[in-house]
C-alpha cells in the first residue's frame, strides 16, 4: 500500500499561516486520531488538535477524497498558527502516527501516476511556483492547461495515421487493400515534418520566457557600459571609474522589461591587452556576447572603430552613451546614465523588441530542454520513415513508432521511469 506522506506547503519561518499538506490512505485515520474525524468534504472545519493527550493546536482542517483531490488520492490540509514551535509539534505527531514527510515533487508525481495531469502539467506546476513574471506565469498557466500536451498529442495523432496505413500494407498484403497503400502516409508526413520543424525553430522563445531573455552590453573601453548598467538595474552594481579596462569580469543582474524575465549582462571593454587579467575579461566578454539573444553596442561620442565595431553585427541595438556631454555621431537610441535622458527610450525599445521575440499566436512547443531533445528525435525518426515507405515499409514502421515513442515522452504517454527523477527532483518539498 502507498505510503502516506505530509509536507508543509508554505515558505519555512515564522509566519501567521503554516499549511500542512497529507495524501495518502491513512489521511482519514490519522485525521480522526488528531481529533478531526467525519469532516465534510472540501468544507474548512475548526478544530482542536491533540495528540498523546496534550493540545497542539486550534486549526482549520480540510479534507479531499481522493479521486477528486490534487493527488488523486485521499489529501487533507491542516491550516496551523505559524509559529515554529506548533509546526514542529504537529509534525512529529504525524510522524508518530505513522506518516512520513514527502520527497521533493512527491504530490506532483503521485498526481501524476494516478491520471491527474500529464508530465507536461506536472513541469508547468513547478514553472508557474518559480514564475517571477507575467509572461512567465501565462506561459506556465497554458501549459498547466493542457496547451502543451494538445500540441504533442495532436502531432502523435498524425504519427499513428501514418502508422496505421503502413501496418495496413505489411499485415494485410493478400487482403483487398489499395495497392502502395504505405505510400499514401507520405503527404501526412510531409505535413508533419514541417509542423515538427517550425516547433523546432521557434524551440528558444518558450526557454527564454522560462529562462530569461539574455542581452549583453558589449563596446569599447570607458563607452559607458557599466554606468549604463548600473542605470538599467537601478543600483550601483558596478565599478565605474574613469580608468580604462575597470571592468574584468562579467557581470549578471536580472530585471524585468515589458513583462519579461531578462539577464543583463556588463562585460569587458573590447581590446587588445598584454594584461593577462583583462585579456580573459574580453576572452569572457565574446564569449557572452555570442550567446546573447540580444546586443547592445555601447557606443560614446567620439569612440575609434576599434575591436567594438569589428566584434558588432548589424542586428546589434546601438546606444550612444554621454548624451549630456556630446551629440550622438550616429543612428540609434541616446542615453544619459548621469542624467537618466534617453532610458525611457531605450527601455521602450527593449520592451518592443522582447514582445517581437517572445510573443507568439501559437503556444511554444518547446518550454525545456527535455522537450527540445525529444522533439529533435521525433524530426529524424520522421525523415527516416519518409525515406523507407516505398522500398522498406517495414523499416519505416519502426521509425514511425520510433517518433510516437519519443513524443510520448514529454507528457508521460508512454513508460517514461528513466525521466520521472529528472522532471521531479527540481521540485519543492510541498509539492
Not at 372 to 384: D, Q, T
Request: aromatic share 4%.
Amino acid at each position: 500500500m502507498t505510503d502516506t506522506v505530509f509536507a508543509l506547503a508554505t515558505p519555512p519561518g515564522r509566519g501567521a499561516i503554516a499549511v500542512l499538506r497529507l495524501s495518502g490512505p491513512a489521511t482519514d485515520q490519522t485525521l480522526a486520531a488528531l481529533g478531526a474525524p467525519d469532516l465534510k468534504p472540501r468544507l474548512a472545519s475548526l478544530r482542536t488538535l491533540g495528540h498523546g493527550g496534550a493540545a497542539l493546536d486550534q486549526a482549520l482542517v480540510l479534507r479531499f477524497p481522493g479521486p477528486r483531490s490534487y493527488t488523486g488520492e485521499d489529501c487533507a490540509e491542516l491550516h496551523l498558527h505559524g509559529g515554529r514551535a506548533v509546526i514542529d509539534a504537529v509534525s512529529s505527531a504525524l510522524i508518530d502516527l505513522g506518516l512520513r514527510p514527502a520527497e521533493p515533487g512527491e504530490f506532483t508525481r503521485r498526481a501524476f501516476e494516478n491520471g491527474r495531469m500529464d508530465l507536461a502539467q506536472a513541469e508547468a506546476v513547478a514553472d508557474l511556483i518559480d514564475a517571477e513574471t507575467s509572461a512567465q506565469a501565462a506561459q506556465a498557466l497554458g501549459q498547466l492547461d493542457g496547451a502543451l500536451s494538445q500540441t504533442y498529442a495532436g502531432f502523435r495523432r498524425d504519427l499513428l495515421t501514418a502508422l496505421a496505413l503502413v501496418e495496413a500494407e505489411i499485415d494485410f498484403p493478400d487482403e483487398d487493400v489499395p495497392d502502395h497503400l504505405a505510400r499514401s502516409a507520405g503527404p501526412v508526413l510531409d505535413r508533419l515534418t514541417a509542423a515538427l520543424n517550425a516547433a523546432l525553430a521557434d524551440a528558444d522563445r518558450g526557454r527564454r520566457v522560462r529562462d530569461g531573455y539574455r542581452i549583453v552590453l558589449i563596446g569599447e573601453t570607458n563607452a559607458g557600459k557599466s554606468a549604463l548598467f548600473n542605470a538599467l538595474v537601478e543600483r550601483e552594481a558596478a565599478i565605474v571609474t574613469a580608468v580604462a579596462g575597470t571592468t574584468r569580469d562579467v557581470l549578471d543582474a536580472d530585471l524585468v522589461i515589458g513583462g519579461y524575465a531578462v539577464t543583463l549582462s556588463d562585460t569587458a571593454g573590447l581590446r587588445e591587452s598584454d594584461d593577462v587579467v583583462e585579456a580573459e575579461g574580453v576572452r569572457r566578454a565574446r564569449a557572452r556576447a555570442e550567446a546573447a539573444d540580444l546586443r547592445l553596442w555601447i557606443r560614446a561620442p567620439g569612440d575609434p572603430e576599434g575591436e567594438a565595431a569589428a566584434f558588432a553585427r548589424s542586428d546589434d541595438f546601438v546606444v550612444w552613451t554621454k548624451s549630456d556631454l556630446a551629440t550622438a555621431a550616429g543612428q540609434g537610441i541616446a542615453v544619459s546614465a548621469l542624467t537618466g535622458d534617453g532610458l525611457g527610450d531605450l527601455y521602450e525599445a527593449l520592451a518592443a523588441r522582447l514582445a517581437s521575440d517572445l510573443s507568439g499566436a501559437d503556444f511554444p512547443a518547446v518550454t525545456r530542454e527535455r522537450h527540445r531533445r525529444r522533439l529533435s528525435e521525433a524530426v529524424s525518426a520522421v525523415a527516416a520513415a519518409r525515406g523507407n515507405l516505398s522500398a522498406a515499409p517495414e523499416l519505416a514502421g519502426d521509425d514511425l513508432r520510433r517518433a510516437a515513442d519519443a513524443l510520448g515522452r514529454v507528457t508521460g504517454a508512454i513508460g517514461v521511469e528513466d525521466i520521472l527523477g529528472e522532471v521531479f527532483s527540481t521540485f519543492c518539498i510541498g509539492k
